[in-house]
């Protein structure tokens, strides 16, 4: 069970060139459990009771929310006892993406002797019981910082009064680190996200969302990120990504969102922007599983681009087939030939580079 702490500050005591100095120094690391916490420190963000993501279910009451000018935006929810019939004892959740989260809520001696919470089904418990008279408004509950980055589930429950008098839980906030978010449950993710590597950008494009009034595009250098959010309010389901350096592989997921929130993420996809156009030329043998083998006389543009497809499908992304154009063997009254090379029938394939004369 958490305890509450507070942050003291202590005597520091410092020797210099045989001079004595005494001074009082604030001890400035994060906050700890116990600790008032008006806003979030850096690294966090902070939402309120009142967002849609949080749910309150099982006969929680949020009609009953607490309103004071003391608490963070003005509300908790609830206050009263008659929020959370015996029967039930009420229920708050969430879902995050993120590696760690804090609860912000209400202290005293009139609060919750013990409130049962769950991250990712294991089960703490943690009190906002304590001998102050006082409300202790905004005061840090709970926190987890050492997640693996992904996302979460977290349930609180069983919010039990020190006596039947006493007032329940009162969540007032909750701060996840700010490379995270919290889920809008009711809105489904975007999926057939994929990447398609092009001169100096990439690609994207995804299937769109219903109820969604735009997207969020997030990138990373590693995959399964976290993801750095480069573009926000996307109304269409495509996006290009010109911010690129050439031979990087960048991975990217995109978010729905609409009022309530922002959904969870999409697929990942990946590719590798190509440079400038590269002047030479390869043969492309491609080794079928049935035996038999395909050569193409391409360009190395071309050849990079079959070989980032190759390599997204390979990941579980893209396409099932490849499309190569045969120009340069285009024989008879044909406009194009074209050969669609499909994904599982290949066993290996070789490029073999050379100077055009």
């Known amino acids: ?25 604030t001890n400035t690391y994060a906050a700890t459990v116990g600790d008032k916490l008006t806003a979030p420190e850096a690294g966090w963000t902070r939402y309120d009771d009142t967002n849609p993501a949080i749910v309150y279910t099982d006969g929680y009451d949020v009609s009953y929310r607490w309103v004071d000018a003391n608490l963070y935006n003005g509300s908790a929810s609830p206050n009263s006892n008659s929020a959370i019939p015996s029967t ?27 409130v049962d919470i769950y991250v990712d089904g294991v089960k703490d418990s943690f009190t906002l019981n304590n001998t102050s008279t006082t409300n202790n408004w905004q005061t840090l509950a709970y926190e987890v910082l050492d997640l693996k980055y992904g996302v979460h589930e977290i349930v609180m ?8 008098t006493n007032t329940p839980f009162g969540l007032d906030a909750i701060d996840i680190d700010d490379t995270g978010y919290l889920i809008n ?23 769109a969302v219903t109820n969604a009034t735009s997207y969020n595009v997030k990138r ?35 978010t729905a969102v609409n009022a309530a929130g922002e959904s969870i993420s999409s697929n990942e996809a990946s590719a590798i922007p190509l440079g400038q156009p590269v002047t030479g030329n390869a043969i492309l043998t491609i080794y079928l599983t049935n035996g038999t083998e395909k050569e193409y006389d ?60």
């Open 1 to 25: 069970m958490k305890q509450w702490k507070s942050i003291a500050s202590k005597l520091i005591m410092v020797i210099f060139v045989g001079v004595l100095f005494f001074s009082v120094q």
């Open 88 to 114: 039930s004892k009420g229920k708050v959740r969430f879902k995050f993406v993120g590696t760690k989260f804090r609860i912000i809520a209400v202290g005293g001696s009139n609060r919750a002797s013990n």
């Open 157 to 164: 429950n069983n919010f039990v009064p020190s006596v039947t």
């Open 185 to 207: 449950t009711n809105l489904s993710a975007p999926v057939n996200l994929s990447a398609a590597a092009a001169i100096e950008k990439i690609n994207l494009s995804w299937t």
């Open 220 to 254: 990373s250098t590693t995959t399964g990120g976290p993801y750095e959010t480069i573009a926000s309010s996307v109304t269409n389901a495509t996006y290009s990504d010109i911010n690129v350096t050439s031979d990087v592989k960048y991975y990217y997921v995109v």
């Open 298 to 357: 391409l360009s190395m543009a071309e050849v990079n681009a079959f070989i980032t497809w190759y390599e997204n499908k390979q990941a579980g992304t893209g396409k099932a087939s490849y499309v190569i154009d045969k120009h340069d063997n285009n024989k008879g009254p044909f406009t194009s030939r074209k050969d669609y090379v499909i994904f599982d029938k290949i066993l290996t394939f070789s490029v073999d580079e050379y100077s055009a004369k």
